[in-house]
């Protein structure tokens, strides 16, 4: 992975990491617990912090390939925040948000050993 490709992969977690803290916020008011999203994000920013200081070290893993799967999941958990506010069934709709939190965290768990 080159050190642009790095760059782009870091700037972009921290993108998403805003995504979350919004996410929090957005739970409160609609009356729903953030506690899992609080989670999530520190988990986040644990391996943003980890990706910075090992930033010159070797990353496995392809950058495109890891951003793509990103950026979809990124756009599906968008989509059911949308519908969250009316859903009927706003449980599962949180569900699949954190579900696909939990896949993108796993994805750079596997493919940057940092």
């Given amino acids: ?11 972009f977690l921290i993108f998403l990491r805003g995504k979350l803290q919004s996410l929090a916020i957005k739970l409160l008011l609609i009356g729903e617990d953030p506690a899992k999203v609080d989670q ?5 920013a644990k391996r943003i912090d980890q990706l910075r200081v090992n930033i ?3 990353w496995q893993g392809d950058a495109k390939q890891l951003m793509g799967e990103l ?3 990124n ?8 519908e969250l ?4 069934d ?3 709709k949180l569900g699949e948000i954190l579900g696909l939190i939990d896949k993108g965290l796993g994805a750079l768990a596997k493919l940057l050993p940092v």
Avoid: H, I
């Avoid at 999530?40 to 986040?44: M, R, S, V, W």
């Avoid at 756009?75 to 949308?82: D, G, N, P, S, V």
């Avoid at 506010?85 to 009927?88: E, G, L, N, P, S």
């Fill in 1 to 11: 992975m080159t050190q642009d490709e790095k760059l782009e992969l870091v700037n």
């Fill in 40 to 44: 999530a994000e520190k988990k986040l």
């Fill in 56 to 58: 010159m070290q070797n």
């Fill in 71 to 73: 950026r979809q999941s």
């Fill in 75 to 82: 756009q599906k958990a968008q989509r059911y925040l949308r």
């Fill in 85 to 88: 506010k009316d859903a009927q």
């Fill in 90 to 92: 706003r449980a599962g």
